[in-house]
């Protein structure tokens, strides 16, 4: 596969991608985040949700998540500023007491939004940090990655 990076021009300069001519279609994008909290703050979150002078843990985790993908455009350079359709931002913890967030993103567009959800899934990641720090430090964002995206060029599915 010989492909070019799209945000750079014939002379190697950064340039935004031109999606004029595109055509606009239903996209959809999904990112997960994992967050290893340590035992000590997993107990405290196995009895009832963490409540911090910021507000609970997870409910605030989920609205930093939806704002940062509103605010992708301003914080990647050469990302399209896009008005999202929808943004739903979902937390749990799975069976190795890990914090699971999948952010998922929508619009009708000429381009896609694999880095809202990208950026929505990592905030919220950091946001679980920043709430949890003063329990312990001992507190790994082991991966962010895409899922799965649709309706662009080509979709792409990840197994769970």
Known sequence: MNQEFTHLDSAGNPAMVDVGGKAATRRLARARSVVVLGDEIMGRLEREEIHTPKGPVFQT???AGIMASKKT???IPL???LGLDNCQVEIHVNEEREVVIDCTARITARTGVEMEALTGATVA??????????????IVI???????????KRDFRREE
Do not use: N, Q, W
């Open 73 to 75: 455009g301003e914080l």
């Open 125 to 138: 990641a950091l946001t679980i940090y920043d709430m949890c720090k003063a329990f312990s430090h001992d």
């Open 61 to 63: 985790a989920i609205l």
């Open 79 to 81: 990302c399209h500023p």
């Open 142 to 152: 082991k991966e962010v990655r895409l899922m799965e995206k649709t309706g662009g």
